[in-house]
């Protein structure tokens, strides 16, 4: 997600600081950018000149201080709230007053990391869809602590980037999640209940419904931990029974089985 945001943020002309735990890992993301720029440059659908160009508005670093010019800073780490309130202290000791701090969470309470930090006012959701480059949306979640020139700003970003941005409020899932889990959900629960095979289910729903990639190939490219976390948040927020995740969906997360990142999940990578 960090490379494929610092590359839509640079396309658009924005100078971007890609920051890392570590160098080696920071250094890997641009590397990311620059060969996701080489594809297009090699099938046609972007010039050379700009894609050094692009490349030349990012720089990478491993310290957090390097994001203290920064107007927007937008995380994008581990779908898990302790780790993204502990970096939102540092980051509001860290960067410049009037900076927005804005996180790329898909499904966690906004407001929990607003609290964290002296700037509440300063914090919102901008939400990109993975891959960033080639997806549409983004989502802007409004906290109840954020002004309206924040929640203004953030969509005014969104769209110079060349999405389409929607405002939702601050609850668990936002519009697209808080939809499409619980079909992602049931999608396990029937290859669990043996109602159909793992390919036909797949192709049910891509033939059936024109989706563009079946339930559970969608779930291996999101990740099943990224998936169970999110499942874990609607549920915590709603009690409803269709966020309950599936014990599949839990004991292929306990196996390490997370979907193409490990190579391995309702599919084979």
């Not at 931990?225 to 709603?238: C, P, V």
Request: with cysteine.
């Amino acid at each position: 997600m960090g490379s494929g945001i610092a590359e839509v943020a640079a396309k658009a002309g924005v100078e971007v600081v890609l920051r890392s735990r570590q160098q080696a890992s920071a250094d890997a993301m641009v590397a990311g950018l620059e060969k996701s720029l080489a594809k297009q440059v090699d099938k046609g659908r972007l010039d050379e000149t700009v894609a050094k160009e692009v490349q030349g508005r990012v720089s990478a670093s491993s310290e957090l201080d390097a994001l203290a010019d920064c107007d927007l800073v937008l995380e994008s780490v581990v779908e898990e709230l302790d780790v993204k309130r502990s970096l939102f202290k540092d980051l509001d000791l860290v960067v410049k007053a009037g900076a927005i701090l804005a996180t790329n969470t898909s499904t966690l309470p906004v407001v929990e990391l607003a609290v964290a930090t002296g700037r509440p006012e300063l914090v919102c959701g901008v939400h990109f869809f993975n891959p960033a480059p080639a997806m549409a949306l983004v989502e802007v979640i409004r906290p109840i602590t954020a002004s309206d020139d924040t929640i203004a700003t953030a969509r005014a970003f969104a769209e110079a980037c060349g999405k389409t941005a929607v405002e939702v409020k601050d609850r668990a899932g936002f519009i697209v999640n808080a939809l499409l889990f619980p079909y992602l959900n049931n999608a396990v629960r029937m290859l669990e209940q043996g109602t159909a095979s793992r390919d036909d289910i797949d192709a049910a729903m891509k033939g059936g419904c024109n989706f563009p990639m079946g339930p559970l190939a969608l779930l291996d490219l999101v990740g099943l931990d990224t998936s169970l976390a999110i499942l874990d948040a609607l549920y915590a927020e709603f009690r409803d029974p269709n966020y309950a995740a599936v014990p599949t969906l839990r004991r292929m997360v306990t196996a390490g089985q997370l979907g193409r990142k490990t190579k391995s999940g309702f599919f084979s990578y």
